[in-house]
C-alpha cells in the first residue's frame, strides 16, 4: 500500500479565478491516492457549500436589519399616510377615481329598454386616463421609497415591477375578459418595443443633453443582452417552425383571403403545447437571472453591489444609507397593494371606454394594439414624466441647473426584459389554466420588429454608454415601426390560429362573412 503511495500526504496549488476575475492561488493538502508527484486536486464541496450559506444568511440578515431598520427609529403611521398624501401635487387627480367609477356604472334604459351608459365613452376614458395619474404617481414614489427599505438592486426591481403593473393588467384583461389574443399579442409587442425604444430613447436624449455621455452598469448591461436576446428568440422559433413547414394545398375562404389546410386544430396543439414548454423554460431563465443579479458568486456578494460598479451607482448606495425615508414600510405595502386594485379596475374601464377609438377611427388591429394601447397604458406616468421634465427645464433656465446626472439607469429596458421574460410565458401559462389558447406563434412582423429593435438596443448599449444623438436614432426607429404598422392588416393564419373558437369553427365563420375571431 505504502509503494503505491496510498498512504501520502501532498499539497496541490490550484490556479482558481473570483468572480471578479483575478486569479488567487489556493494551497490545498489532500489525501492522494497516487504518488506525491501525480497527485489530483480534489474539491472540499462540504466546506463549500458551508461558505455559500454563510455569505447567504449574511445577506439575509442584512435585508431584513435594513428594511426593519434595526436601531432606528420607524416612521409613524399617521406621519406616512400624510407624506403619502402630500406627496405630489398630482394626488389631487385622486378626484377622478371616483369619477371613473360614475362614468362607468351610472346607466340608464333607451327607447328598447337597453342599458346605456349615461356618459359617453370619451368622457369615461378620460375620466379613467386622469385617475390613473395619481397611481402611477404613487407607484414610482413608493417604490423609491421603498428602495430606502430594500436597496438598489431590490428597491430598483420593486419598482421595475410596480411600473409593469399597469401593462400587465391590461394584458391579462385582454387575455381572461375579452380572450382578444391577436391584439393581446400585438399589445405585448407594443409594449415591449415602447420600453425599448420609446422611453428609453427620450430618457438619453434628456439625460444626454449636456453631457457627452451617460453611464450603464457594465454587468448588469451585459447580462440584459443575453435576457433580452433571449426573450425576442424565444418568438423566433415557432415563427420559424412555422413559416417551414409545408402549407398543402391552399383553402380559398374569400376572394382575398386564403389559407393552407396545415391551419388546423392540431397545428394549433402543436405551438401551444410548444409555447407552454418555452414558457416553463423562459420562466426558469429569468429567475435565474434574478438570483445571479441578487446573489451573485463569491464571497458575501448577496444584495450588495460588486466592486465593479460605477461609482455614481456606488454613490447612490451611500446616498440610500444615509437618507431616511418618509413612510413606514408596513404603511406603504398596504397602500399599494390597494392601488393596484383599484388601478386594475379603472385600466379595464378604460380599455372598455378606449373601443370606441378603433371601431370610429378605422385603425387596423395592429397598429391599434402595438402603439394606442401600450401609449395609452403608460400615458399616465408619461403624463407624470412630461410634468417633471418642464420642471427641470424651468429650473435650467431660470434657476441655478442641477448638474448632469452621470449615471443612465435604463430602467424601460429592464421592463422589457421582465416582460418577455416573466409576463409574456405567464400568459402563456394562465391561458393554460383558463383554456385560452394563448401561444407564442406571433405574427411575422411583430418578430422582424422585436428582432431589429433588440438589435438596436443591444449596439446602443453594447459599451456602457449612451449620447443623446443614440437616444434620437432609438426614437426614430419606434416611429418608423409606427408608420409601416399603419398600413399592416396582419397575417390571416396567425390570427385563425389565435382565434377562442376551434379553428375549423373560425374559418367556417370567416367563409360565411364574419370574423377570425
Same mark, same amino acid.
Given at each position: 500500500?505504502?509503494?503505491?503511495?496510498?498512504?501520502?500526504?501532498?499539497?496541490?496549488?490550484?490556479?482558481?479565478?473570483?468572480?471578479?476575475?483575478?486569479?488567487?492561488?489556493?494551497?490545498?493538502?489532500?489525501?492522494?491516492?497516487?504518488?506525491?508527484?501525480?497527485?489530483?486536486?480534489?474539491?472540499?464541496?462540504?466546506?463549500?457549500?458551508?461558505?455559500?450559506?454563510?455569505?447567504?444568511?449574511?445577506?439575509?440578515?442584512?435585508?431584513?436589519?435594513?428594511?426593519?431598520?434595526?436601531?432606528?427609529?420607524?416612521?409613524?403611521?399617521?406621519?406616512?399616510?400624510?407624506?403619502?398624501?402630500?406627496?405630489?401635487? +398630482?394626488?389631487?387627480?385622486?378626484?377622478? $377615481?371616483?369619477?371613473?367609477?360614475?362614468?362607468?356604472?351610472?346607466?340608464?334604459?333607451?327607447?328598447?329598454?337597453?342599458?346605456?351608459?349615461?356618459?359617453?365613452?370619451?368622457?369615461?376614458?378620460?375620466?379613467?386616463?386622469?385617475?390613473?395619474?395619481?397611481?402611477?404617481?404613487?407607484?414610482?414614489?413608493?417604490?423609491? &421609497?421603498?428602495?430606502?427599505?430594500?436597496?438598489?438592486?431590490?428597491?430598483?426591481? %420593486?419598482?421595475?415591477?410596480?411600473?409593469? $403593473?399597469?401593462?400587465?393588467?391590461?394584458?391579462?384583461?385582454?387575455?381572461?375578459?375579452?380572450?382578444? =389574443?391577436?391584439? =393581446? &399579442?400585438?399589445?405585448? %409587442?407594443?409594449?415591449?418595443?415602447?420600453?425599448?425604444?420609446?422611453?428609453?430613447?427620450?430618457?438619453?436624449?434628456?439625460?444626454?443633453?449636456?453631457?457627452?455621455?451617460?453611464?450603464?452598469?457594465?454587468?448588469?448591461?451585459? +447580462?440584459?443582452?443575453?435576457?433580452?436576446?433571449?426573450?425576442?428568440?424565444? =418568438?423566433?422559433?415557432?415563427?420559424?417552425?412555422?413559416?417551414?413547414?409545408?402549407?398543402?394545398?391552399?383553402?380559398? =375562404?374569400?376572394?382575398?383571403?386564403?389559407?393552407?389546410?396545415?391551419?388546423?386544430?392540431?397545428?394549433?396543439?402543436?405551438?401551444?403545447?410548444?409555447?407552454?414548454?418555452?414558457?416553463?423554460? !423562459?420562466?426558469?431563465?429569468?429567475?435565474?437571472?434574478?438570483?445571479?443579479?441578487?446573489?451573485?458568486?463569491?464571497?458575501?456578494?448577496?444584495?450588495? +453591489?460588486?466592486?465593479?460598479?460605477?461609482?455614481?451607482?456606488?454613490?447612490?448606495?451611500?446616498?440610500?444609507?444615509?437618507?431616511?425615508?418618509?413612510?413606514?414600510?408596513?404603511?406603504?405595502?398596504?397602500?399599494?397593494?390597494?392601488?393596484?386594485?383599484?388601478?386594475?379596475?379603472?385600466?379595464?374601464?378604460?380599455?372598455?371606454?378606449?373601443?370606441? %377609438?378603433?371601431?370610429?377611427?378605422?385603425?387596423?388591429?395592429?397598429?391599434?394594439?402595438?402603439?394606442?394601447?401600450?401609449?395609452?397604458?403608460?400615458?399616465?406616468?408619461?403624463?407624470?414624466?412630461?410634468?417633471?421634465?418642464?420642471?427641470?427645464?424651468?429650473?435650467?433656465?431660470?434657476?441655478?441647473?442641477?448638474?448632469?446626472?452621470?449615471?443612465?439607469?435604463?430602467?424601460?429596458?429592464?421592463?422589457?426584459?421582465?416582460?418577455?421574460?416573466?409576463?409574456?410565458?405567464?400568459?402563456?401559462?394562465?391561458?393554460?389554466?383558463?383554456?385560452?389558447?394563448?401561444?407564442?406563434?406571433?405574427?411575422?412582423?411583430?418578430?422582424?420588429?422585436?428582432?431589429?429593435?433588440?438589435?438596436?438596443?443591444?449596439?446602443?448599449?453594447?459599451?456602457?454608454?449612451?449620447?443623446?444623438?443614440?437616444?434620437?436614432?432609438?426614437?426614430?426607429?419606434?416611429?418608423?415601426?409606427? %408608420?409601416?404598422?399603419?398600413?399592416?392588416?396582419?397575417?390571416?393564419? $396567425?390570427?385563425?390560429?389565435?382565434?377562442? &373558437?376551434?379553428?375549423?369553427?373560425? !374559418?367556417?365563420?370567416?367563409?360565411?362573412?364574419?370574423?377570425?375571431?
Amino acid at each position: 500500500m505504502d509503494e503505491l503511495g496510498l498512504g501520502a500526504t501532498s499539497t496541490t496549488v490550484v490556479r482558481q479565478r473570483t468572480f471578479k476575475g483575478h486569479p488567487v492561488d489556493v494551497e490545498k493538502a489532500e489525501e492522494s491516492g497516487l504518488d506525491g508527484n501525480h497527485s489530483m486536486p480534489v474539491l472540499n464541496t462540504s466546506s463549500t457549500a458551508m461558505r455559500q450559506l454563510e455569505d447567504l444568511e449574511a445577506g439575509l440578515n442584512r435585508f431584513v436589519n435594513r428594511f426593519t431598520r434595526k436601531g432606528k427609529k420607524n416612521v409613524p403611521v399617521v406621519a406616512s399616510l400624510r407624506a403619502i398624501a402630500f406627496s405630489s401635487w +398630482l394626488n389631487l387627480f385622486v378626484i377622478f $377615481i371616483p369619477l371613473a367609477w360614475i362614468a362607468h356604472f351610472v346607466t340608464k334604459k333607451n327607447e328598447l329598454g337597453e342599458e346605456v351608459e349615461v356618459f359617453p365613452h370619451s368622457v369615461t376614458f378620460t375620466f379613467c386616463f386622469l385617475a390613473l395619474v395619481p397611481l402611477e404617481w404613487l407607484f414610482d414614489w413608493g417604490g423609491e &421609497q421603498l428602495a430606502l427599505y430594500l436597496g438598489t438592486q431590490l428597491g430598483d426591481f %420593486v419598482v421595475i415591477s410596480l411600473n409593469n $403593473i399597469v401593462e400587465a393588467t391590461l394584458a391579462i384583461i385582454l387575455l381572461c375578459r375579452n380572450c382578444e =389574443l391577436k391584439l =393581446l &399579442q400585438s399589445t405585448i %409587442v407594443g409594449v415591449v418595443i415602447l420600453h425599448l425604444l420609446l422611453i428609453p430613447g427620450a430618457a438619453f436624449i434628456t439625460g444626454g443633453a449636456n453631457i457627452v455621455h451617460q453611464q450603464l452598469h457594465p454587468h448588469f448591461t451585459e +447580462l440584459n443582452h443575453t435576457l433580452l436576446t433571449m426573450g425576442v428568440l424565444s =418568438l423566433l422559433l415557432p415563427a420559424a417552425f412555422f413559416s417551414a413547414i409545408n402549407r398543402g394545398v391552399l383553402r380559398e =375562404l374569400t376572394r382575398d383571403v386564403a389559407v393552407g389546410i396545415i391551419v388546423n386544430d392540431d397545428t394549433r396543439h402543436i405551438f401551444l403545447v410548444m409555447s407552454r414548454g418555452i414558457a416553463v423554460l !423562459l420562466l426558469a431563465v429569468y429567475v435565474s437571472s434574478r438570483i445571479f443579479l441578487h446573489n451573485p458568486p463569491g464571497k458575501n456578494n448577496a444584495l450588495m +453591489l460588486d466592486a465593479d460598479a460605477p461609482a455614481a451607482m456606488m454613490e447612490e448606495e451611500k446616498e440610500l444609507l444615509k437618507e431616511e425615508p418618509k413612510a413606514n414600510q408596513y404603511v406603504l405595502i398596504v397602500v399599494l397593494l390597494i392601488s393596484i386594485a383599484i388601478m386594475a379596475a379603472t385600466t379595464e374601464w378604460l380599455v372598455e371606454s378606449i373601443e370606441f %377609438v378603433r371601431e370610429s377611427g378605422n385603425i387596423q388591429e395592429e397598429w391599434f394594439g402595438m402603439f394606442l394601447l401600450p401609449i395609452c397604458s403608460w400615458a399616465a406616468n408619461g403624463f407624470v414624466t412630461i410634468v417633471y421634465f418642464i420642471r427641470y427645464t424651468c429650473k435650467h433656465f431660470f434657476e441655478e441647473p442641477e448638474p448632469p446626472a452621470e449615471l443612465a439607469k435604463a430602467r424601460a429596458i429592464d421592463l422589457s426584459i421582465q416582460f418577455t421574460l416573466f409576463w409574456m410565458p405567464f400568459l402563456v401559462m394562465l391561458g393554460w389554466w383558463t383554456g385560452k389558447p394563448m401561444s407564442l406563434l406571433f405574427d411575422f412582423f411583430e418578430v422582424a420588429v422585436l428582432l431589429g429593435s433588440c438589435f438596436l438596443v443591444n449596439y446602443v448599449t453594447a459599451d456602457a454608454k449612451t449620447n443623446w444623438a443614440e437616444g434620437f436614432a432609438m426614437v426614430a426607429f419606434y416611429c418608423m415601426i409606427a %408608420v409601416c404598422a399603419w398600413f399592416y392588416t396582419g397575417q390571416p393564419e $396567425i390570427n385563425f390560429l389565435l382565434s377562442c &373558437q376551434s379553428v375549423a369553427e373560425a !374559418l367556417t365563420s370567416f367563409a360565411a362573412g364574419g370574423t377570425s375571431e
